[in-house]
């Protein structure tokens, strides 16, 4: 990773620190331990080894510095929660092509703050969508025996049922996010009203989504 790389994706509270301990340590060295003007520098080595060893680092959908603040809180937190498998990947497709976006609206006037705001919202939506995504996955992880009987075969069916819809969502939404990154490139005329409808239809369908697995969950324990 390069230096302009580590200062465009390091985190506010990681750049704090270092600029805490520099200054902190070089005005301890001057008046007291000279020592401190070669551990100091170290000290920064060491935080900047951690964080870059941070999942954060490595997997920067994971904590997306470009978007806004709300919005790349909620994607760090479901990432956090998400167990490996398809829906972290459905949700990484989604980030992408937002990051993408929200950076080339620094250069690009088309890219209006309501567009913008609608792409967040996507986002947002997304990740509960997602995390109701992976709920489904781990039911059907967690016990082989769910196909035991004609009842449960019933409620895995449906668990499969809610799982494929939920994909398909997200699919749409990773789609849409990437055409208007492709029209901000191309200087066209750029609508998000996909997107915003998008938005909207997710929003409903993860409030049903999340009730009905919560009661899948009591079905199934």
């Known amino acids: 990773m390069t230096a302009v790389a580590i200062r465009r994706s390091l985190p506010p509270s990681v750049s704090l620190l270092i600029v805490a301990v520099v200054a902190t340590g070089f005005a301890a060295a001057t008046v007291a331990a000279s020592i401190l003007w070669w551990l100091t ?26 978007l806004p603040s709300a919005t790349r809180r909620i994607v760090r937190d479901t990432f956090g929660r998400l167990p490996p498998g398809e829906a972290a990947q459905l949700l990484r497709a989604i980030v992408q092509p937002a990051r993408s976006l929200f950076e080339a609206a620094r250069s690009n006037e088309s890219l209006s703050p309501a567009l913008l705001g609608d792409c967040a919202e996507l986002v947002d939506v997304s990740c509960a ?4 995504l992976g709920r489904l996955e781990q039911l059907l992880a967690r016990d082989a025996s769910i ?75």
């Open 41 to 66: 520098p170290a000290m920064v080595c060491t935080i900047l080894l951690g964080w870059h060893r941070s999942p954060a680092s490595t997997n920067p959908d994971a904590d997306p510095a470009e």
């Open 129 to 132: 969508t997602a995390a109701e």
């Open 147 to 221: 196909a035991s009987s004609s009842d449960r075969r019933i409620l895995r069916d449906g668990v499969k049922s809610g799982s494929a819809l939920l994909r398909d969502r997200l699919s749409h939404a990773a789609d849409a996010l990437a055409k208007l990154y492709v029209q901000s490139i191309e200087r066209g005329s750029i609508s998000s009203d996909r997107v915003a409808e998008l938005a909207k239809d997710l929003t409903a369908e993860v409030s049903i989504r999340r009730q009905a697995n919560t009661e899948l969950e009591a079905l199934l324990r």
